[in-house]
Every structure is written in C-alpha cells, then in structure tokens.
T-cell receptor
Framework: KQEVTQIPAALSVPEGENLVLNCSFT??????LQWFRQDPGKGLTSLLL?????REQTSGRLNASLDKSSGRSTLYIAASQPGDSATYLC???????????FGQGTRLTINP | DAGVIQSPRHEVTEMGQEVTLRCKPISGHNSLFWYRQTMMRGLELLIYFNNNVPIDDSGMPEDRFSAKMPNASFSTLKIQPSEPRDSAVYFC?????????????????FGPGTRLTVT
C-alpha cells in the first residue's frame, strides 16, 4: 500500500529565504507526482506535476525534483514571500491507478 | 472555464439527517473524484468515476455513503443518516484521461470543497 509522508508538518521562515519541503513515498511504482497548494478554507491548486520519467519541473520561483528510486521529492521555493504562506501537499499517482495518494501536508508560514 | 463547482460550500446539519453534496466537473472532463479531508486522516479518496461509471469505491467508509453520476456534468455524494464523525471537508475533482495520455500529463483539478458539520 502506497504511503506518502511530508516532513516537516509545519515550517516558519523569514521573508526572502530559500526553503525546501520534503515528500517521501513507499512504493516507487508511480505514474507521476504532484505538488499542490491549499490556502485556508480553499481548495487545492496544482503547482507542479512531475512524470515518473522526469527528474524535475520548474515554474517561476518553484522547483520540484523527483528521485523515484529512493522514493523522494522536494519542492524548492526561492526568495520566499508572505503570499507563499499556505499548506503544501504532495501526492503520487500509483501505477495502474487513477487516484492520488496524498501526504499530510506542510503548513508554511513566511514572516514579513 | 469556471472550474469545478461544488455546492453547498458549507453545510451544518443534525445527526441522523440526510446530506447531499453536489459537484459539477469541468466541461469535457471524463473522470470525477470525491475526496474527504480531515485533520486526523488528511485527504482520502472516497470514490471515482470514469465516463459516469463508478470505478473504485473502496474508499467509501460504509453503507451510509453513496455517490452517483447520472451524466457527465453532475455528481452527488449522499450521506444518510449523517453522524458527527462525518464532519469534514469534501472535495470534488475532475480530469481528462485518454488512453494515449494515461499516466502522462494527468492532472486533477479540485473544487473549493464543501465543509460539512454534523452536530
């Protein structure tokens, strides 16, 4: 059974810092991995999707990496801003399945 | 596009009452997913449909839960009777899946969720 873990559960950093969020999964047989952002009381917004054959994806100040063999992904946020404050969720799509398996998320706070 | 639409956004009901949550997927999408989010268990898939047909309902907690998708533009999730432990945020998501794209560029788009409180 696929399990996804995100560490840390919460993170607070000053504005302007670069930071890394971690995601690990137990089964490397995946189609892809997605990073989502969730603002309080809101739905999920997809940030980046990495296919199993890819090593990384970039969008603006965000860079996500995938090491499928070791079951790890990182989300790198450069030059953090208060507007980046949210919960970040990692999800994998197991091979042979359409569903996503989510981690518990990392609650990120950027202090001005 | 308006995105995935869910209604109501908030629902407060008493234990034992029937609750119906509604979802309108993005036009043209052929897969629809119902998720539940709680503090204790995080986000969990309840059921998903392909071309209006339920494919995997193994996440549905018990017989009190049922889901239907009568057409490509509408789905419901019903809880009867509701219990306090059903209190959660229920999300609907949709995607477009083809044989050629299976496993690639597969992205789910989430609605804003329905916050359910059962007292």
């Amino acid at each position: 059974k696929q399990e996804v873990t995100q560490i840390p559960a919460a993170l607070s950093v000053p504005e302007g810092e670069n930071l890394v969020l971690n995601c690990s999964f137990t089964d490397s047989a995946i189609y892809n991995l997605q990073w989502f952002r969730q603002d309080p009381g809101k739905g999920l917004t997809s940030l980046l999707l990495i296919q199993s054959s890819q090593r990384e994806q970039t969008s603006g100040r965000l860079n996500a990496s995938l090491d499928k063999s070791s079951g790890r992904s990182t989300l790198y946020i450069a030059a953090s801003q208060p507007g980046d404050s949210a919960t970040y969720l990692c999800a994998v799509r197991p091979q042979g399945a359409q569903k996503l398996v989510f981690g518990q998320g990392t609650r990120l706070t950027i202090n001005p | 596009d308006a995105g995935v639409i869910q209604s109501p956004r908030h629902e407060v009901t008493e234990m034992g009452q029937e609750v119906t949550l509604r979802c309108k997927p993005i036009s043209g999408h052929n897969s629809l997913f119902w998720y539940r989010q709680t503090m204790m268990r995080g986000l969990e898939l309840l059921i998903y449909f392909n071309n209006n047909v339920p494919i995997d309902d193994s996440g549905m907690p018990e017989d009190r839960f049922s889901a239907k998708m009568p057409n490509a533009s509408f789905s419901t999730l019903k809880i009867q009777p509701s219990e306090p432990r059903d209190s959660a945020v229920y999300f609907c998501a949709s995607s477009f899946l083809t044989i050629l794209r299976q496993g690639r560029d597969y992205e789910q788009y989430f609605g804003p969720g329905t916050r359910l409180t059962v007292t």
